[in-house]
């Protein structure tokens, strides 16, 4: 066959155009597939969602994520797609059961729905209780438990009543010198981090004593930024060559030296014998027991998560209820009377009382609907087979959650859901129709957080005694405090709090 020059001059563009006709093909195609015949395409969300995760991803980047799963749930319901596998409930009454809950009852013989990697990154070595498998998470949990119960707890009432007091007495101290405003967020991570120190290492990291950060407690707060990076470092791997170029060195390195300085300090508690038992007491009198042994670097690991897991939450939980409060003056009142109308004398505020003041307790609840300390989802994978939630079928392997801080303030949930209304909590029947089952702040099932009750001990005895002995004021420039980003938690800002300590005549 005989071809013309001009023919093979147009070989070339004709190669490029029928591959860019193909191309374009199989972009369409692909794009119809996501759309309506994924099996996940009867999901609602914007269809941006379904087709590309960068929607998702830029939020998570720019710390809006929480707003921005919020918008999505109000406009389109109570189920959500937020990339093209991942999708968010705000149904909490039935989703929590059906997400994280006991494989019992209609789940028995489901398999758990394991943590998503994407959202779970293991430590620098070896593994730790939030990111572990079944298996070793079992192991790690019974080593753990017994240094949480209550009757653990009971026997540290006298530990932790000195924190408070050292921070009462502390800011006493520190308003007597200087009449400016006070950083309440401060106060209370020092509170908070000192407390899980000594409970672990029997000794504080010495904030309120120094009042100061600890060097290492900022390096923590820094490596924020490494979390919400490891969402988008799993899904676009090349990122991982430009996380030098993308987050500062000495960020990484701190993230290894805070992992090293836990590791030391764990070791060094281990080999002491002290007098006073503590949890790590509890914690070594079970490690060893049959399926349930760790290692010591396991056991460096999970102090390290309980050292950011029991510090950071609690004392982000006091930070925002205190800010409620100043901004809701009939709530502060009601519960000033009840605090100081209950306790003639500051020493009357024993753990045993504070479980028993119905409007305190109120207070923190409502503070955990308005303001959860971790307002995202913990996502979780669905299982061989797929599985239903809230009565939603999601196919295998889709990440799936429930979104705390949506799901409070969701108005398929609570009646003025963006009011901070302590009395729903304490049956008034204008709130009767809230779904109450729907927050669950502390998770639920077997994954549940090992120190609920050493927080709501924390809550409980640091609000009672803070309002007990002073009289707080906003300062102007905290006006709008709680408008800040979530970078996995709250990246929250100083909270200018004027304190004034009451008088009373003895
Ligand atoms: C208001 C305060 C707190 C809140 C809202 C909170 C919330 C949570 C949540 C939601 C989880 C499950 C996370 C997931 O599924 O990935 C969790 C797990 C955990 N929390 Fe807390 N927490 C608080 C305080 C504490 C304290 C004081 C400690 C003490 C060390 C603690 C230790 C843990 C541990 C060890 C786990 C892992 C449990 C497991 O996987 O078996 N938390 N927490």
Redesign the pocket.
Known sequence: MVTSSSDAGNRPLLLISTFATLSLLYFVGWIVHRLFLHPLHHIPGPWINAVSRIPYARHLIAGTTVDNVKFLHDKYGEVVRLSPNEVSFTSGDTAWQDI?GFRTGKLKGHENMR?DPA??SPPPTSTH??V?NDED?SR??KV??HA?SEKALAQQEALLQSYVDLLVGRLKEVISKDSGPQDMVKWYNWT?FDI?AD??FGEPFGCLQNLSTHKYISLLFANLKVFRLSYVMYYWPFIRRLRSLLLNQEILQGRIDFYRWIGERTQQRVQTEIQRPD?MTEILKHNGEKGAEMTPTEMNN?AS???T???E??A??LSGVTYCLLKNPEVMKKLKDEVRGKWKKYDDITLEAVNKAPYLIAVLQEA?RYY???PTG?E?RVGKGGEYVSGYFIPEDTAVCVS?SPTGRSPQNFKDPDSFIPERWMDDPHFVDDKKTSI????VG???????N???A??RLILAKIMWSFDLELSPKSENWMEHKVFVVWKKPELAVHIREVERED
């Open positions: 994280y943590k959202w779970y209780i939030i572990a998470h790690f949990r753990l438990s949480f908070t899980i409970l672990l949890f999970n998560i309980m050292i897991a029991g510090s939450t609690t982000t939980l955990l959860p300390p971790l913990f979780r705390s669950q702040p502390f998770s077997p994954r549940n957080c090992l120190g609920k050493l927080a709501y924390e809550m």
